[in-house]
């Protein structure tokens, strides 16, 4: 690719156990309460970190917890304000306190016949409530009348509203905006039958849910202003959505080698005016070459230079600086 190259400077590392498992799980890296959180599971128990916001650390503060889906099974975790966890299976949703102890459960119906489908939970921007999507009740005639989301006090655990979401037996994730706004990113994937991107909001009258522009993939980036960087399941192109402005898209083939796409599942932005996105010859490919777009055109930049050829893993932090893995070993860098 003929594109000027900027050297990578490594800032920090750290070792994380379990951080390569965990970037193939939905909840593995989350924006909660305007930080970036990085979720790990290693030896029957949940590890949540919480990236520094001092640049010459990985993490600022970690705290474990027994994993209650030890045995295989899929749940979703979500840092909770108050040092507490939010944690979803597939047939109920729990907050343990940080000690440990269980300050509530909400149970719900499973989904009996969906063995892909997984729910998701997160606080409210507020903090006031926790949003969670499980499967909906079955109607008269024994199917399901869609996958809902409710609000449950995060005291209490009240449901205090609910939504049918558009979306059935889906695999769910949640992301929060970086600058606060009042809605989260809903992300429902059905396979082969698509995607919804959804802004869900707590109202005064229940919840507001509807759909996030155009967007359409389960793998989003969010920037401040309500920007949406999804990326194509299949790597064939970028999408830039948000709110009174066009989409802007750019396919792989007008900026990458023929035949190559982009990899990694975790398009982001550097800052306000640099997106970081991993390419490679395949989807699956163990090496990629990091780039970084435009934000608001999506076009080439620059091509990052490393000491070593780097994998297809890049978070980027938003605050100038992004992670990579090393194994088990968490990187952080930034542009020399």
């Not at 045995?71 to 507490?84: F, H, K, N």
């Not at 729910?119 to 909906?136: F, H, I, N, Q, S």
């Not at 709110?243 to 190559?260: C, F, K, Q, S, T």
Request: proline residues 6%; negative net charge.
């Amino acid at each position: 690719m003929n594109h000027p190259r900027v050297p990578a400077r490594l800032l920090a590392r750290e070792a994380l156990p379990g951080i390569t498992e965990a970037l193939g799980n939905m909840d593995g890296w989350l924006l909660r309460d305007g930080a970036h959180w990085l979720v790990t599971r290693h030896e029957g128990t949940i590890t949540i970190s919480r990236v520094s916001t001092d640049r010459s650390q990985v993490v600022a503060a970690r705290a474990t917890w027994a994993d209650p889906a030890a045995d295989g099974a899929d749940s979703y975790c979500s840092p909770l304000p108050d040092g507490a966890v939010a944690i979803s299976t597939r047939g109920a949703v729990t907050v343990h306190e940080a000690d440990g102890t269980v300050r509530w459960e909400h149970r719900h119906r499973d989904w009996q016949h969906s063995p892909e489908a997984s729910g998701a939970c997160t606080p409210d921007p507020a903090g006031r409530v926790l949003l969670a999507t499980m499967a909906g009740p079955l109607g008269a005639d024994g199917l399901s009348q869609g996958d809902i989301c409710r609000a449950l006090d995060l005291a209490t655990g009240e449901v205090l509203a609910e939504h049918v979401l558009p979306s059935f037996s889906a695999t769910y994730a949640f992301q929060q905006f970086p600058d606060a706004r009042p809605e989260v990113l809903l992300t429902a994937s059905m396979g082969q039958d698509g995607t919804h991107c959804l802004l869900v909001t707590r109202a005064a009258a229940g919840l507001d849910v509807r759909a996030a522009g155009t967007a359409e993939e389960p793998y989003v980036g969010l920037g401040r202003g309500g920007v949406v960087i999804s990326q194509d399941v299949g790597g064939g192109y970028l999408c830039r959505t948000q709110d009174g402005a066009d989409d802007v898209i750019v396919e792989a083939g007008e900026i990458l080698p023929e035949e190559w796409v982009f990899a990694g599942y975790t398009p982001g932005l550097v800052d306000d005016e640099r997106i970081l996105v991993v390419t490679a010859e395949e989807q699956w490919a163990e090496e990629g070459t990091h780039l970084l777009l435009d934000a608001h055109t999506l076009r080439p930049l620059a091509e990052l230079d490393y000491a070593q050829t780097p994998g297809v893993s890049a978070l980027p932090l938003d605050d100038g600086t992004w992670l990579t893995l090393d194994k088990e070993t968490v990187q952080r860098w930034t542009t020399a």
